[in-house]
């Protein structure tokens, strides 16, 4: 049995002063026992989320992390090492954002990939294709691709430690969601992709959903056999909003 996750993507979101009200208003929450929740706050706001949130079953991760792990000379960046430091225990790479506007190769995000886990985190590997990738029908072969990329690098075995979230491009922020059918079906892909690789992986494996998900269209994509969850942007930024996503899950 698989334990449902809904993880909020704050982005590039917030003032000290609104991430403390975002805090308050999510400690007010009730969240089902049975759904894990994790935000993922901008690095400036980690330690502040991570504090305001304390003894609240919500844990806290990072949006990104450098490729390289330690401690060094590399101006800009922190490094899985340093996040987990700070209280992160999650954290997501591969996001299409940071692929497609800031060239993230497959190769680095395995590498951050491999980082993450390194420090003891749990990566959220984000795949998905552009709109035109999939009018032209290329949607498996894309997500297959960029998946396959980590499983030959990191191994089968680094996915009993992370998590999968596919993300449409086209569905990022646009107010389009994909039908819990065409969710549905790449995340069966995704599955047996694993699954060729090691079944009891892909049995385990948390597979989450992300691309305009709110409070009204949650619980059918969730009610889909392989969808265990959300990554949710623009609604996790109101608590009201991300909360009933989260009692979604729980349904
Ligand atoms: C995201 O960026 O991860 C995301 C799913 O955004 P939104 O929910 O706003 O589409």
Known sequence: MRRPL???????????????ELIEALRQQE??????????PSCLHLMQVVSGLEGKAIAVGAQDCAAENGFGALTGEES???????????????????????GESDETVSRK?????????T????????????????TLEVVGRQLAYVVADAGIAAFEKAVVAYEPVWAIGSGLTATPEQAQ??????????????QSVAAQVRLLYGGSVKADNAAELFGMADIDGGL??????????????CRAAGN
């Open 185 to 198: 079906e790449v995340h069966a892909a995704i599955r047996a992709q694993l699954a060729r690789e090691s």
């Open 80 to 102: 899985a090492a340093q996040l987990a430091d700070a209280g992160c225990g999650w954290v997501l790479v591969g996001h299409s954002e940071r692929r497609l506007l800031l």
């Open 123 to 138: 990566p959220v590997l984000c795949l998905g294709e552009t709109l035109e990738q999939r009018q032209s029908g290329q």
């Open 6 to 20: 809904v993880a909020g993507n704050w982005k590039m979101n917030g003032t000290r002063a609104s991430v403390a």
């Open 31 to 40: 969240l089902p026992a049975a759904v894990e929740v994790a935000v993922f």
């Open 113 to 121: 990939f491999k980082a993450a886990l390194e420090s003891g985190m």
């Open 232 to 245: 949710i942007g623009g609604a996790s930024l109101k608590a009201n909003d991300f909360g009933a996503i």
